[in-house]
Each structure stands twice: as C-alpha cells, then as structure tokens.
C-alpha cells in the first residue's frame, strides 16, 4: 500500500465539507484593516470572528513597534537557536516583564503557541509521571500529552470543569505515582476558547490542601482579558500563586505571533535547556520581541481597552439571552450560540449564507471534530474596537434567522441545494 493512499478516500471529519465549504466556510479570505469591518468575497462584512480582543492590531503605537523593529533589525535577526546564537537582552528584557505581569519569577519566550506547550508538557513529563488534564483540553494540549513518554493509560481524563471528576482521578493517580515514583501534573485552561468557560482554578489549586500535584494553565483566551489588570484568569480567581506553570500565547489580546511559559526561575532554567521545540528552533524574531514589548506596555496603561472590551461583550451577551438564544456558560468574552433542534449541517451553513451574503455579518460556524458530535455552534468574539451599534444590529440580524430556522425556511434551501448539487454530480 502506498501511504498516499489513504488520501483518496477523503480528508476528514472537517475535509468532508470541503467540495463546497473551500474558501467560504472553511479558508475564508477576510481582505482589508483587521478590524470589525473586513471585506469578503467583494462584500463588506460585520466581522466577529477575530481574536484581537483589545483591538491592539492596528493601533498605531503597535503599528509604529512594529515598523520599528521591522526596520532596526530586519525579520531575520537574531539568528540561530536562543541556546547557540540567537538570544538578546530584548528577549530577556520582555521575559522579564511577562513574568512580572502574570505574577511569577521567570519566564521563557516560545516560537509559537501550539508547538511551544506541546513541547513544555513533553519537557516537565517522564515516562514515571502521570498527567490529569480536563476533557475539553484544547487540541495543542491534547497533542501535547501524546507526546506524553508514559504509557498511553498513564494520563486521565476529568469531565469538564467537574471538581469531583478531577478528585477521583487525583485519587487514581495518586494510587499510580505510588508505585511509579513520578509526580502529578494537573492540565487545564483559564478560559475555554469554544465554550467561553472559565476553568475552575481556585478550586483546583484548593485541591493541593489534600493532594501533591503540579497545575498547567493554557490561559490564551484570558490573558489581557480577565481580572482587574488583565493579567489573567488566575488574576480573576485570586489563585496566582497556586499556578505553577503560566502559559499564553500573543495570538488573542497581543495580536501577534509567539507565547511565554512563566514560572519559578528554577522551571524555567530547567525548560531553556530542555525544551527540544525551543533548543532546535530559530528565536522568535526580534521585531516580535519590540512589537510585543509595546503591546504589553499598552495593556497595562490603558484598562480602558479592557473595559470597553468588556461593555460590548456584557451588551451582546445580555442581548442574545434576552432573545431566548443558548450562549451556555460563558463568563468571558468567548461567544458561543448554541443551535438546538432538528438541524442538520446543511440548514446552519444555509443561515450563516443568508448572514453573511444578506445582512452583512461575519462569524464562524462550528463543528465535530472542534466540538462533541450533534452540536452546531456560531461563535462571535467581540472586541474593543466593536461598538453598541455593531451589537444592536447583530442582535436584530440574529432575530431574523433565529425565525427562518425555526420556520423551516434554512431547511427548504438546504434541500434545494443539494438537489442541484445532485443534478449537477
């Protein structure tokens, strides 16, 4: 058997949309300033579906950082590996300053945010420890405890958010470190990037009273974002001590490329010269470094960013509630809509046309395999740089298909398009 083989047979759970979702529904090309107003397909949309959470990716103090660095060093510098030949004292400096804003002695600069946590749960594991991690983990820390060097039954699963799930199987581990001599790492995020979720990290980190583990918190979603400073959901919860090791990426409120893993100066020693993603990679580029020093420095002079972040997320929130939509339990600015019934793929991707070719707004649907199978979700991330009228009108919008989908209209079309589809096959 050729390995290619298997490609003939189809691309997947999300390829299998691919004959008509290419380029519309899925590898959508948004054109023009990032902001609330993209262009796609020749058309101007209303855009909820960028991560530019303090609306820092065109401001013009980044824009300027930006440009700067670009043009004081070029992309290329430093070049090399940090361990060789390509570390600085800006990357030190910036270091530096993260670990002091999320409240721990140290901090380490990673090339990318998926890589670079798969590669720190790779690092901090041996094949003597056991992981615990909660069930709707994202998929770059999923990926990360693959590389667990444990045997595969050596890492257990807790139901979401369930505090009693997670002490039956501190229990279970606890049992299994016993005969190991390995430690307990416990995974989880602050903020769940689909459901909009706030992991349970008080409670967690309460749970070390009765059990000896280690606490990893991918808090992309809630850096910038969450508690008093924005320095995170641990921030919100009052727990930043208890998190052992913090890690974010600058892909949400940074509006850039790169992450951090911040801890006691000794883990973080132990994770620059051990960390094969890190020791065998080019540093991240220094214009990155100058721009993110910036953007840092504006998340923390100006909380009105934040607050009006905030002010747009409680107004579409409250709004989408009061309509009688599902937006299940969120507390952050992660916006999932919930569609119950007897809806079939077809009929969702008919509304999101109707939104998007109509009424001029722009927002991802989601499905199995980034969700459980038999949910359908629309997903709206407000911003700083949205406003009350951006609301109003996606709210009214909303209203609109909220009645054609309940009155079968999305159905109707969905089976007209695939009676055509199936002339034309």
């Not at 300027?64 to 940090?82: F, I, S, V, W």
């Not at 459901?195 to 808090?219: A, H, P, T, Y």
């Not at 991802?364 to 700083?384: N, W």
């Amino acid at each position: 058997m050729d390995i290619f083989d298997k490609v003939s047979k189809g691309l997947g759970p999300i390829g299998a949309h691919a004959h008509y979702s290419h380029h519309y529904f899925t590898f959508p090309k948004l054109t023009g300033e990032l902001g609330p107003r993209m262009t796609f397909m020749g058309k101007e949309m209303l855009n909820w579906s960028l991560n530019n959470y303090l609306g820092l990716a065109n401001h013009p103090e980044v824009r300027e950082a930006d440009n700067k660095g670009t043009q004081d060093y070029g992309l290329a510098y430093p070049m090399g590996a940090r361990m060789m030949s390509g570390n600085s004292d800006l990357h030190e400096e910036f270091e530096a300053q993260l670990a002091e804003f999320v409240g721990k002695e140290d901090a380490f600069l990673l090339n990318f945010g998926y890589q670079g946590v798969m590669s720190v749960i790779e690092c901090i594991c041996d094949r003597n420890d056991i992981i615990v991690y909660d069930a709707e983990a994202h998929a770059c820390l999923i990926d990360g405890i693959r590389l667990h060097k444990a045997k595969m039954g050596d890492y257990y699963k807790f139901n979401h958010n369930d505090m009693d799930s997670l002490r039956k199987n501190l229990e279970r581990a606890t049992k299994k470190v016993a005969e190991t001599g390995g430690g307990i790492l416990v995974i989880t995020e602050g903020v769940f990037g689909m459901s909009g979720k706030v992991g349970s990290l008080d409670e967690i980190v309460k749970m070390k009273e009765d059990f000896n583990f280690r606490i990893l918190v991918d808090d992309a979603h809630g850096f910038g974002t969450m508690g008093p400073n924005g320095r995170g959901v641990h921030e919100a919860l009052n727990c930043m001590d208890g998190i052992d090791l913090y890690f974010s990426t600058f892909a949400k409120s940074m509006a850039a490329i790169g992450a951090f893993i911040a801890a006691s100066k000794e883990i973080v020693m132990f994770l620059k010269y051990n960390m094969r993603s890190q020791i065998y990679a080019k540093a991240l580029p220094m214009p990155f470094v100058v721009g993110g020093m910036k953007r840092l420095e504006l998340i923390k002079k100006h909380p009105e960013f934040r607050e009006k972040l905030w002010e747009n997320v409680r107004a579409i929130q409250t709004g989408f509630k009061a309509k009688g939509f599902d937006v299940g339990e969120t507390t952050s600015p992660v916006t999932p809509i919930f569609l119950h019934g007897d809806y079939e793929l077809s009929h969702v991707t008919a509304l999101v046309r109707d939104m998007r070719e109509n009424m001029g707004v722009f927002c991802s649907i989601v499905t199995y395999p980034v969700v459980p199978k038999g949910q359908i979700m629309l997903r709206i991330i407000p911003t700083a740089s949205h406003t009350l009228e951006d609301v109003a009108y996606t709210l009214d919008c909303f209203e609109k298909v909220q009645q054609r989908l309940q009155d079968g209209t999305y159905r109707r079309i969905a089976e007209e398009f695939l009676a055509q589809q199936a002339e034309l096959a």
